[in-house]
């Protein structure tokens, strides 16, 4: 696009110094309405060079500000991305284990419950034992007191050292062995029932310093502080959203900006195209489409004009012996309305491009 005049190194005539016509009383009114549109030219010129220089800078901020919000995204994403997992996750979690202690605390409260009951039973069940010992004891001794050897002897038919053994009736032939049995068995029932005593003992110590009632205060400070941890996650959340939101509404207000620049710009720069061409045509004007003089026609109408004038040579007062000198200026102007049509036709009757368009270039940075 061309956008610097032609600059001929004289001042005041715009370029026009070498026109024949300079004094035809047209050719200055032409030069007079040229030199408004020379200085147009110029205005214009520098209102490009703004536009682009506008454009230019409006670019690099679009960059930078495309870039601000693509990491402030980033960083939203992340912040969301966290509260929606893990912050989901530790809520939950929290609410599992709360529901966990109650039932430990229910089950520990049950548990000591039946320990206190269950050792108050064994208590009592080894006081029983040991009357059973003593019981024991009094029968080991009286069973070998030589005072009640012959009823020994009667039942057992064991007559000791030194009294020879009896025959027993077939009824209490296994009476020794019983009374052995009722004597020695005690003896161990008593010491079984101390070591359950003692374990059972050391069992309720165990459930008194396991202290599960100490999880509540435990799980009450893992919520309070998971809670808190939740809610910063939250809050950043959203405040990373709202700079999100700031950043995009900076972003479209950038794109609308170097848009209507662009297109600003380009305008411009057809006006500028446009003062450009009227410039050089306004210098010394001939349209191809018109006679240079009434004798001369115009390229493709000599035949024509010269037919008119012997037509109508015998007849000077009829207007048809001066020849039109328009009717290709009208022509040209229907050629230009084919080629607006042309090009202003719809893409389907447009064929599609036979190589395939190149490929973008390769990203950098936030681009």
Known sequence: MQQNPKQTGQTGDCGCGDCKDMDNATQVSININRAVLCKLLYDERGTVSKLETKFSGENDVYKEKRCIFLNTEKSYRRYRNFEITTGTELITTNESVKATVTQLQGWNKTLGATLTNLFKQIKDLKTKFSDLKDASCKLDSAYKDKCNIGQKKAITGKGGDNCPDGTPVDACKDSDNDFQMLICKPKGLAQDVDSIFQAS????????????????????????????????????????????????????????TITQTAVSRNSERANFEGYYDATKFLCCPACACVPVDSTTPAPGTAGTAAAANNSNSGNKDCDDCCPPRLKECEQAICAICDAVKTTFCCDADTPPPTTPPPPPPPKKGCD
């Open 201 to 256: 003992s050391d069992v309720i110590g165990i459930q008194v310093f396991s202290n599960i009632d100490s999880l509540t205060q435990l799980q009450t400070d893992l919520s309070t502080r998971s809670t808190a941890f939740e809610a910063l996650i939250s809050s950043s959340m959203k405040t990373r959203k709202s700079d999100l939101d700031k950043m995009q509404d900076d972003l479209v207000a950038s794109v609308k």
